[in-house]
C-alpha cells in the first residue's frame, strides 16, 4: 500500500495573492494538484514550487487532506465532481479556502464520509490570525497546515461562520455606508474635509471605547432626529436610510 500523501489541492485562477502560498506545512507536503487543465495544473505547481500536476481525481485517494481553492460560483460544479470522481472521501478532511462561503457547501462530500471545514484570513490581522470552521479533523488539519510563529488559528463550531461574516457586514459595508452618510452631512455643513475626516475618525474611535468599556450602556442615545431628517429631505435617499437606521438601532437597543 502506498504511503498517503498529506495534501491534495484543486484550484483554478490566480494563485499569486492566496494565502496557499504563505502556509510553509504546504509545500513540504503537498501531491496532487488538480485545475481546470493538466496545463493550469501545471502552472499552479510551479507556482507554488511544490506538488504535481494531476488529470483526474484518482490520485487524491492517497491524501488525507484536501484544499479546494476555486471561485465562489465554481464550487457546486467542483464539488459534485469530487463526489463522483469515484474515490473513496471517508476517513479524508476537505477545507474550502473562502472567504464567504462555509463548510456547508461541502455537505455532498461529508454524506460520503468526509470531514469538511473552511478557511479564511480574517480582515486586519496581516496574516497572522486565520479563521477556521468545521468538523474537528478539518479544524486539526487546517491547523496544523496554517499556524506557524505569529500565525495563529481562530476555530468555530460548523455551521457558525455566518455569525462571523454578519460582524463582517456590519463593520464593513454597512459602516461604510454610514460614514458616507456623516461625510455627506458634513459636507453640506460646509465643513472643511481636513476637519470631517478628523471628526468622523474621533466619533468612531469614541463610539467604539464607549462600547467596549459599558456595552451597551455606553450607547449614545439619538438627539434631535427630526431637524436632521427635515435637513436631509434635500436628499431623500439620505433621509430615509438615516430614518430607518435610527429607527431599528433604536428598537434594537430597546429590547436588550
Known amino acids: 500500500m502506498k504511503k498517503a500523501q498529506s495534501v491534495g489541492l484543486i484550484g483554478t485562477g490566480s494563485l499569486t495573492d492566496s494565502p496557499l502560498t504563505r502556509f510553509w506545512y504546504l509545500r513540504e507536503r503537498l501531491g496532487p494538484v488538480k485545475s481546470a487543465s493538466y496545463r493550469v495544473a501545471s502552472r499552479i505547481a510551479n507556482m507554488l514550487r511544490a506538488g504535481h500536476p494531476v488529470k483526474d481525481y484518482a490520485e487524491f485517494e492517497n491524501c488525507d487532506l484536501v484544499l479546494v481553492y476555486v471561485p465562489e460560483e465554481s464550487v457546486s460544479q467542483v464539488v459534485n465532481e469530487m463526489a463522483s470522481a469515484g474515490i473513496s472521501w471517508r476517513g479524508k478532511a476537505v477545507v474550502l479556502c473562502s472567504t464567504w462561503l462555509d463548510s456547508g457547501a461541502l455537505l455532498d462530500l461529508a454524506a460520503l464520509g468526509a470531514s469538511i471545514g473552511s ?34 488559528v481562530v476555530a468555530i463550531e460548523r455551521p457558525l461562520k455566518p455569525f462571523y461574516l454578519a460582524a463582517l457586514t456590519c463593520t464593513g459595508s454597512l459602516l461604510f455606508a454610514l460614514l458616507y452618510v456623516a461625510w455627506e452631512s458634513l459636507r453640506r455643513a460646509r465643513i472643511p474635509p481636513g476637519l470631517s475626516a478628523k471628526l468622523v475618525e474621533r466619533q468612531i474611535t469614541r463610539t467604539l471605547r464607549g462600547y467596549l468599556k459599558g456595552g451597551l450602556r455606553g450607547y449614545p442615545e439619538i438627539r434631535e432626529l427630526p431637524r436632521q431628517l427635515d435637513a436631509l429631505s434635500i436628499d431623500p435617499e439620505l433621509a430615509q436610510y438615516l430614518e430607518q437606521s435610527s429607527r431599528l438601532v433604536s428598537r434594537l437597543i430597546a429590547k436588550r
Open 119 to 152: 478557511i479564511s484570513t480574517i480582515p486586519g490581522f496581516d496574516d497572522e490570525r486565520y479563521l477556521v470552521e468545521g468538523d474537528p479533523p478539518a479544524i486539526r488539519h487546517s491547523k496544523n497546515l496554517v499556524e506557524y510563529r505569529e500565525r495563529r
